[in-house]
């Protein structure tokens, strides 16, 4: 098959740990990559953000990064994208005119959108996975919601719009539907992860002892890790790692500057370590520096990091909440608590520092929980599937016309 994936904001050749920049990239990137090594060739349709970025860029075999001119070539938060889309979606119903792809999966609502723009002009089958739910993110970020206001109309047209919607966690199904999806085009199919490597640990960060606790991801306030500052001040000698933020100005970054200042506040400045974005080669071994991985967002549509954790044999403690209630087993491959408290929080990372063996246990059966579930292997073989289902031809030129 002939695959255009839509991406207009996470480019998968992006460097990762930026406001906008994190697992979309990754599940982009990787499912692409995974559906090339099945026989497919896939051409992921990304918004140029730079004017010196060619138009093509090989990302690996069989899969190419074609950056489209929509809007200024400079880096924009995703939020401010939508005048845009109009345009992107017709640069890219031009460019398939030509050489229609065989079926279109879009990535985020925006995404979506131009899709439906460019099926005006192409009658390409459409998949489409949100990633976030704009009705989800109001109501756990209220007044903080930089959202546009259009976008829940948007994604309840597309999920009536798509041929398949497909949900990376049985917890979105039901919003979904609550949305009005029709439910025979819902498909469960969670994000993937990579298997690494064996490598050593990464033995230049520091050392405390009572244990070191890894915190990775972008660094927005939706991602609960003044919890985890919160719950360390109450676990003596641990330090905490934090990984992400900011490419450029990162001292400046309003939200490192607020995790300091409360890691300054609670006395534990000097175990509290921001230490910015990872390249993608060293996230393995940063993992496996550490004795757990801590992941307490308010809410999460997925969550790829407790899947790389689990792929190092490390054990997870995460929120309730999202998709993290699917792959974090309670009590088998992590241990689940409530958003948003630091002193449940605490409790559990006192109990895991001190029971190795309880440790060693989780983290051999998130290593096997992976191997079994979430491969990208296996991800890419869902989604062909889903694909093949709606590749018959569109009878209508874009029901969005």
């Given at each position: 098959m002939r695959i255009a994936m839509v991406s207009e904001h996470a480019s998968p050749l992006a460097v990762l740990g930026g406001a906008d920049a994190g697992g979309q990239n990754v599940h982009v990137a990787a499912l692409s990559q995974a559906l090339a090594d099945r026989g497919h060739q896939v051409d992921v349709y990304t918004r140029r953000d730079d004017p010196g970025t060619p138009e093509r860029v090989p990302l690996g075999p069989g899969v190419d990064v074609v950056h489209v001119p929509a809007g200024p070539a400079q880096p924009m938060a995703k939020d401010d994208l939508l005048p845009y889309m109009r345009t992107f979606g017709q640069w890219i119903g031009q460019r398939?005119?030509?050489?229609?792809?065989?079926?279109?999966?879009?990535?985020?609502?925006?995404?979506?959108?131009a899709c439906l723009e460019a099926r005006r002009a192409v009658p390409v089958p459409f998949a489409q996975t949100f990633h976030a739910l704009?009705?989800?993110k109001r109501r756990h970020q209220g007044a903080a919601d930089t959202s546009p206001p259009q976008r829940r109309g948007i994604e309840t047209w597309l999920a009536a719009e798509a041929d398949a919607v497909i949900a990376t966690a049985t917890d979105e199904v039901r919003e979904l539907l609550a949305l009005g999806a029709p439910a025979h085009s819902l498909h469960v199919v969670p994000c993937g992860v990579e298997i690494f490597e064996p490598s050593?640990?990464?033995?230049?960060?520091?050392?405390?002892?009572g244990g070191r606790i890894l915190s990775l991801g972008r660094l927005v306030e939706r991602k609960g890790v003044d919890t985890v500052v919160q719950a360390v001040s109450r676990v003596p000698d641990a330090e905490l790692v934090v990984a992400g933020g900011p490419i450029h100005a990162f001292d400046d970054d309003p939200e490192v500057r607020r995790l300091r200042a409360e890691a300054t506040r609670l006395g534990v400045a000097d175990r509290v370590h921001l230490v910015g974005a990872v390249a993608r080669r060293d996230v393995a071994a940063l993992i496996r520096s550490a004795d757990l991985v801590v992941c307490t967002p308010w809410y999460e549509p997925f969550g790829i990091v407790p899947l790389e954790a689990m792929a190092c044999g490390k054990p997870v403690v995460a929120s309730a909440v999202g998709g993290l209630l699917d792959t974090v087993v309670d009590g088998v491959t992590g241990i689940h608590v409530p958003p948003r408290d630091p002193g449940r929080l605490a409790a559990v990372l006192n109990d895991l520092l001190h029971n190795s063996p309880l440790c060693k246990e989780l983290g051999r059966a998130g290593l096997e929980r992976v191997e079994r579930k979430y491969t990208w292997a296996k991800v890419a073989a869902d989604t062909e599937d889903v694909y093949e289902r709606i590749k018959t031809p569109v009878t209508t030129t874009g029901r969005s016309s």
């Open positions: 398939w005119s030509a050489e229609p792809p065989d079926v279109v999966h879009a990535h985020f609502w925006m995404s979506g959108l704009g009705v989800v050593p640990p990464q033995e230049q960060w520091w050392h405390g002892r």
